[in-house]
């Protein structure tokens, strides 16, 4: 994914503020790349290299402790985050279907983020609702039986939300404007 501009200087700072805590020894690249991401919200390839560096350890070491433990993301988390549920009662309801209705709609697979950062698409394991299933987790908000159409409505109310933010903003910017 592409960094954003000015993001590569602040991953740079933020990453070398988490190492000046820690020591310089192998045991350490577990605790240092939990802090960067709970700090950055996913685990950036220049935070990465960075680690290696500090550690003295080949950069493939840190991607393949990344990539072993599933609590550490690539990608960055999008400003709202989709969670499809894959437990058996959401899977046997249509879980699967519904996971491939986002990926085909968002242009993404799960774990990836979409290029502007508007969206995430994960594969959580069970979310407790197997009455209401196939459950996604939309931000925090459980949504219930969801089918492709519902998955299309979901999207659809993103982009009546941002449109009507965006007509917003263009009012307040032409009322600013007019009172010069």
Same mark, same amino acid.
């Given at each position: ?15 070398? &503020? ?6 310089? &020894? ?91 950062? &508007? ?44 449109? &009507? ?16």
């Amino acid at each position: 994914m592409e960094l954003l501009p000015g993001e590569l200087e602040q991953i740079q700072r933020d990453t070398a &503020e988490i190492l000046q805590h820690h020591g310089t &020894e192998r045991r350490e690249l577990i605790p240092i790349i939990q802090e960067i991401q709970e700090k950055l919200g996913y685990l950036p390839k220049p935070a990465m290299e960075q680690v290696a560096r500090a550690l003295d350890i080949p950069e493939v070491d840190v991607y393949s402790v990344a990539t072993f433990y599933n609590q550490f993301r690539l990608n960055p988390p999008g400003k709202h985050q989709i969670k499809v549920c894959m437990g058996t009662a959401c899977h046997m309801m249509g879980g699967h279907i519904v996971m491939d209705s986002f990926e085909r709609r968002l242009e993404i697979k799960e774990g990836e983020t979409t290029p502007d950062r &508007e969206f995430s698409l994960e594969r959580v394991a069970c979310v407790g609702c197997c009455a209401l299933a196939p459950v996604v987790v939309v931000d925090e908000k459980v949504e219930a039986k969801v089918s492709p159409i519902r998955v299309d409505g979901i999207l659809l109310t993103f982009e009546i939300e941002k449109s &009507e933010q965006e007509k917003e903003q263009e009012k307040e910017q032409q009322e600013g404007g007019t009172e010069e």
